[in-house]
């Protein structure tokens, strides 16, 4: 039941990483949901049972605090709460039997919902490290981003959550290729990485990018996240000109698809308004290794 969601994120680190390398600021973009397409893909022809086991190993399971994605998955619960949703997902034989095709298109939609989270995630882990160490995300330097990648790997490595065996194999790696001055300058970078403090993001930048996948599917407008931004974070909060606002984000890797309407308060507006963002998100990835019979099988 891991394995789809396993390799579909994967696959979403490696697009993200490869969007990072490969594009400049203006060109990259996250949270276009990939993740959907690729749970989608890797599932393949399935029942429904098999799609419906795959979102309840990560919310109902007894393993889904164990597999991680807590905040992506409070974030889920809090949206289908304020479409009078309610968190389990659990159709009756009556359901399956007379309304199948609405049952049906309710498990896409919470799949869809899921995924849009987690994606929010992982692509929020990945704008962080991009800010906060540039020199990862320098394709033009193979060599300094190496060493970049294993100072950042030996800074990691009194952390409490330990480090990924891979990365233990790519300091192993290195050391075959490196000389002793070489291997100074990556020591130096640990030294500086592990000292140095996060910059934390501005309370504007977390809210837009953590209330994004409404904003993309709901097809928010530019006009509308700025009009919430302004009640939400009062005078503050200067988003009056709503082009150059837009522009920003593109910069960031977001952009905003929905187009002006009259509508006065768009989908979730309540939800985004007053619902408080995630907070002190680690920069760990889970890893989803997780077999849910290993677990059962050792306990038995």
């Known amino acids: 039941m891991a394995k789809p969601w396993r390799l579909a994120i994967y696959k979403l680190r490696e697009q993200l990483e490869k969007e990072c390398l490969s594009h400049s600021s203006e060109q990259r973009r996250f949270q276009n949901r990939r993740l959907v397409k690729n749970f989608t893909a890797e599932l393949g022809p ?9 979102y309840w190993l990560l919310c109902g399971s007894p393993w889904q605090d164990e597999l991680g994605y807590d905040d992506a998955r409070q974030e889920h619960y809090a949206e289908l709460k304020a ?9 009756s034989k009556d359901q399956l039997k007379h309304d199948l095709k609405t049952t049906c298109k309710e498990l896409s939609f919470r799949i869809e919902s899921l995924a849009s989270w987690i994606e929010a995630y992982e692509s929020w882990t990945v704008w962080r490290m991009l800010n906060s160490q540039p020199a990862l995300w320098d394709g033009n330097d193979p060599h300094a981003r190496q060493q970049e990648i294993v100072a950042s790997i030996i800074a990691r490595l009194p952390l409490s959550d330990g480090v990924p065996a891979w990365a233990i194999t790519a300091i192993t790696e290195s050391s075959q290729k490196w000389n002793s001055s070489q ?8 030294v500086r990485i592990a000292g140095k403090s996060e910059k934390l993001p501005a309370e504007l930048e977390e809210w837009v ?7 993309s599917r709901y097809r928010w407008s530019a006009a509308e996240i700025c009009r919430a931004a302004r009640q939400r974070f009062g005078e503050s909060c200067d ?3 709503e082009a150059a606002f837009q522009s920003a984000w593109v910069r960031r890797g977001l952009r905003f698809t929905g187009r002006k309407t009259r509508r006065q308060r768009p989908l979730l507006w309540n939800f985004v308004i007053d619902k408080e963002v995630p907070r002190n998100v680690s ?3 889970p890893t989803l290794t997780l077999m849910p019979y290993e677990n059962s099988s050792s306990q038995a």
């Open 46 to 54: 399935s029942s429904f049972q098999s799609i419906e086991m795959s």
């Open 83 to 91: 479409l009078g949703l309610s968190p389990e997902f659990d159709p």
């Open 183 to 190: 291997w100074l300058k990556v020591l130096k970078a640990a």
């Open 209 to 215: 990018w953590w209330r994004y996948p409404v904003f």
């Open 239 to 241: 988003v009056t000109n």
């Open 283 to 285: 920069f760990a990835y």
